[in-house]
């Protein structure tokens, strides 16, 4: 079943990546067709509950707004007033918004939660990076299982407190990595890396059951990750 609001223009965005499955169930929203769950998918990835579609999900978040801000002195700054982590790879999460501290001078921002996105600041330091960009989510029992096929990465060091961010290569193409939660890591990279990157995660996670997930898969996943 497809929502739509009567007279609203189609979709003017168009996602980096496909997963060639067929939605169940898809919502037009800001000028992108979100998938919000697909056929077969059923129970829940993130408790083993057993029903018929529960295990490791890889879900399409690219619609998500994202920003990069940039400041000599951004461990001072509050952007969007978010108070800026301390060290290079920490993270935080605030009533939806995430930060990460990627270097000296530069944080990212998503929007990952229920609120709606708030606007672009006028601020000269920021950056909306969402049309530059694929965010895809791993989400469900077996993510770490899957990770290990796509990345040397340590994406689940015990000795960081989650969340984390890690950068570096998936699948040999340069990501930001945020560990959420064992059931639970987010990642962005260039939008022209979207379409296969996708093609060979699924094929390469599919050894340890990876499928794609609507984007309710994730919203379950992280107000769990965000309330815990």
């Known amino acids: 079943m ?6 609203r223009p189609r979709a003017f965005r168009r996602s980096p990546c496909s997963f060639g499955a067929k939605p169940a169930e898809t919502e037009l929203r800001d000028g992108w067709n979100v998938v919000l769950r697909y056929e077969g998918e059923g129970g829940d990835p993130g408790r083993g509950d057993g029903h018929r579609g529960a ?4 879900v399409d978040l690219s619609h998500r707004r994202r920003w990069d801000f940039q400041d000599s ?9 978010l108070p800026v982590p301390e060290g290079f790879g920490e993270v935080g999460v605030h009533d ?5 501290r ?7 921002i ?3 939660g229920a609120p709606p996105p708030p606007d672009t600041p006028a601020d000269t330091g920021f950056t909306e990076v ?3 960009h694929c965010m895809l989510a791993f989400v469900g029992d077996g993510v770490p299982e899957v990770l290990e096929h796509l990345t040397a990465l340590d994406l689940f060091d015990p000795a960081r407190d989650m969340p984390f961010l890690t950068q570096g290569p998936v699948l040999h193409v340069p990501c930001q990595v945020v560990t959420f939660a064992p059931d639970l890591v987010v990642m962005t990279l260039a939008r022209g890396y979207g379409e296969t990157f996708a093609e060979a995660a699924l094929a390469s996670g599919g050894i340890a059951g990876l499928r794609p997930g609507g984007e309710r898969a994730f919203t379950r996943a992280f107000e769990r990750a965000s309330s815990g």
């Open 130 to 132: 969402t049309d530059g």
């Open 96 to 100: 939806g918004l995430v930060i990460n």
């Open 102 to 108: 990627m270097n000296r001078t530069q944080v990212a």
């Open 55 to 58: 295990g490791p999900r890889l």
């Open 2 to 7: 497809t929502h739509h609001s009567s007279g």
């Open 110 to 112: 998503w929007h990952l």
């Open 73 to 81: 002195g951004v461990a001072r700054a509050r952007p969007m007033g």
